[in-house]
């Protein structure tokens, strides 16, 4: 940024953006990304990347500069945006956690529903059976041994009709220890941030 642009206030630069200056939209991106990021960063959502967020709480800034009115002088614009980013990014993680987003928030990729093997090199194997390890450990801790077995096979990417095959449970017993098991390690890792 140069010195003349750091020069100008947020709230002049709003009334340029808000007047569709798109430049100076760009500056408030720039001044404010940092912040973005920040709040993205702590915060986890389910079935998605920290980007996500960062992408929320950018349109919860352009929603700022947008809604901003200058006249009102017991609210800064600083204040207003990181107000404004906060809602949104909460918003965000409000929606993933609701149970109209739980297709989206259990996908398989594609190659795997489709039952076809995706090659993965020795490094990457390795790498994905101590993360298995460790995952085992935690869900351990929170699950039934009857509940970790499922989990485990489900994640292996086995149907709950396959899961009945082999472990000789009913369709609504496995289904209903996967439910369980879901809702307790969101719980688990709810806890832990």
Not at 37 to 50: D, P, V, Y
Request: aromatic share 4%; hydrophobic share 35%.
């Amino acid at each position: 940024m140069d010195n003349q642009t750091q020069k100008i206030t947020d709230e002049s630069l709003v009334k340029m953006a808000q007047s569709g200056d798109r430049s100076a939209l760009e500056q408030l991106c720039v001044r404010y990304g940092e912040v973005v990021r920040s709040k993205a960063r702590r915060f986890f959502l389910i079935g998605g990347e920290t980007e996500d967020l960062v992408q929320e709480g950018m349109l919860g800034l352009c929603a700022a500069v947008i809604d901003y009115k200058d006249g009102d002088k017991s609210l800064s614009f600083k204040n207003f945006a990181h107000l404004c980013i906060s809602r949104r990014i909460a918003d965000a993680l409000r929606a993933s956690a609701s149970k109209k987003n739980l297709p989206l928030n259990n996908y398989v990729p594609l190659m795997v529903a489709a039952g076809e093997a995706l090659e993965i090199d020795p490094e990457e194997g390795l790498i994905r059976s101590e993360g298995r390890v460790e995952l085992q450990e935690k869900m351990r801790t929170v699950l039934s041994e009857m509940e970790l077995e499922i989990m485990m096979l489900y994640i292996d990417g086995m149907s709950t009709a396959d899961i009945c095959e082999k472990t000789g449970k009913t369709n609504k017993s496995i289904d209903n220890a996967l439910q369980r098991s879901k809702k307790k390690l969101q719980k688990l890792y709810t806890e832990q941030r």
